[in-house]
């Protein structure tokens, strides 16, 4: 069924993480005191695993020395993290704080030789910020300080100059880019939001020129590449950031909202790959429920079972779901003479591929498979990994939900957010594959455009194909003749 972005409510059993998480009770006791990590120049590796720290100290090892570096996994957790207790520029100006502090950059002269040894760590740690978070320097204050940290190393030496210019040339074409992108998708969205329950009148007046999908495409396995392209686009704007920031609360600490700027626009291209699941689902109700004859709807049903199948075969669970939730909603689902004139054997299997039961249990199975394949892939086809987005939400939701974000000692559980980090970070892999197939500029067209019915259409169109079977469905069809068609 279609999707929104973010309810507890629909799945039950927490999913996706380690049970042996650091999730305290409120009141809860520890036993002794928790691992604070590494100070600065310590190698992170040589140590035990971070499962707890202070946000200070936390900040300290993401600070680089002359002699030490994080690790990547640990860059990428904390800084997808800790926007949860500080927004970016605030992180930002405390990591230049500190190494103003410990290279003693204020003072005259430099120490050019300590200064060497240390400008090439705090580029590469700024160079994996930008790369990774892009949308955090959106803010002209963290672009200023990214230039403020440089312009103090760079009289060191005047290769630094050219690695910040190119930084930040970079960083513009990204943010001009992902502008352009989310231009994009608010125009798709605004043609895709254009439901037409008046196709209903071609029940009894014909529309020779509405077009249905058969008409555009009769071949399963291209629709499904068609469908794979639209899938890995929408992906590819998604900032790993945006699932943080779809569960974003106020720090207990301190009282504040921790991310700062329009929350809608921080998780906007996660709700327009939500907007574009629902939409494939009414479009594959609409398609089925639109002709006026049975064999063509019957045809239309074994059109998209195969499609669904060969989604699943290149890996695209997130279309086929799509697909399975428009053929199980209701006014679909109804038809029962259109269904028992359609081949269905394949569909059943591919619900049961599919099924929610034991928590996704089969899905899980298929996806790590699908994993296992993208990561010894000889080709891009192979490497193909598309999720089934909602669960996937759902998921970090419960991850969020389950596991306290602090220890009762005010500490950061950091445990949790390596998890966090490691589904996060597993998504950014799948993301970063090209669409191994060529597009089809009219049938991606038709996908994003085509006019859907509405709830009412839906059920207004399956009435007027089989008609109702009991009282309260001819009383919604008479309703929904009068309010739609304007008949009695």
Not at 152 to 164: N, S
Not at 305 to 334: H, K, Q, T
Not at 362 to 369: D, I, M, V, W
Request: a negative charge; aromatic letters at 10%.
């Amino acid at each position: 069924m279609p999707q929104t972005v973010c309810t507890g409510t629909m799945f039950t059993t927490p999913a996706g993480f380690s049970p042996h998480l650091a999730c305290a009770e409120p009141g809860e006791e520890e036993e002794e005191a928790p691992q604070e990590g590494p100070g600065p120049g310590a190698c992170l590796a040589e140590g035990p695993p971070i499962t707890s720290a202070s946000l200070d100290t936390l900040i300290q090892n993401l600070v680089p020395t002359a002699d030490y570096y994080p690790e990547k996994a640990y860059v990428f957790a904390f800084l997808l993290s800790a926007r949860l207790f500080i927004p970016p520029p605030e992180l930002l100006s405390r990591v230049c704080e500190l190494c103003i502090k410990q290279q003693q950059l204020d003072q005259s002269p430099l120490d050019t030789a300590k200064v060497r040894k240390f400008g090439p760590k705090i580029l590469q740690l700024l160079t994996e910020w930008t790369e990774t978070f892009p949308s955090d320097f959106r803010e002209e204050k963290m672009v200023g300080q990214l230039k403020d940290i440089i312009h103090r190393i760079a009289p060191c030496d005047e290769a630094y100059w050219k690695t910040l210019n190119q930084v930040l040339q970079k960083l513009s074409q990204r943010l001009d880019l992902m502008s352009r992108e989310e231009e994009s998708i608010i125009k798709v969205s605004l043609n895709a939001s254009s439901i037409s329950d008046k196709l209903a009148a071609f029940k009894t007046k014909p529309l020779p020129i509405q077009k249905d999908i058969l008409s555009i495409c009769n071949d399963p396995y291209t629709l499904a590449q068609q469908l794979t392209h639209v899938e890995l686009e929408h992906l590819s704007h998604i900032g790993p950031e945006e699932f943080v920031q779809a569960f974003v609360q106020k720090d207990p600490l301190d009282g504040t909202l921790p991310c700062f700027g329009d929350q809608k626009k921080k998780t906007s291209n996660l709700e327009a790959y939500v907007r574009w699941f629902n939409r494939l689902c009414y479009l594959v109700a609409t398609e089925i429920c639109m002709p006026a004859k049975k064999k063509q709807r019957a045809q239309v049903i074994e059109f998209f079972i195969d499609v669904a199948r060969e989604c699943f075969n290149i890996g695209n669970f997130n279309s086929l779901m799509a697909i399975i939730s428009g053929m199980n909603m209701s006014p679909v689902s109804r038809l029962k003479k259109t269904w028992g004139k359609a081949k269905t054997a394949k569909f059943f299997i591919l619900e049961h591929q599919m099924d929610p039961t034991g928590n996704f249990y089969n899905y899980r199975t298929a996806l790590r498979g699908a994993a296992h394949r993208s990561r010894t892939a000889n080709s891009n086809r192979e490497k193909v990994v598309i999720p089934f987005f909602s669960l996937l939400i759902k998921d970090i939701y419960f991850l969020n939900e389950g596991c306290a974000n602090r220890l009762p000692n005010g500490h950061v559980n950091f445990e949790k957010f390596v998890e966090l980090a490691r589904q996060v970070g597993e998504f950014m892999t799948w993301k970063q594959v090209e669409c191994p197939f060529e597009e089809d500029q009219a049938l991606l067209h038709y996908l994003h455009t085509a006019p859907i019915f509405s709830e009412d259409g839906l059920y207004l169109a399956s009435y007027e194909s089989e008609s109702p079977e009991n009282q309260v469905e001819k009383d919604r069809w008479k309703a929904l003749r009068s309010n739609v068609l304007g008949k009695t």
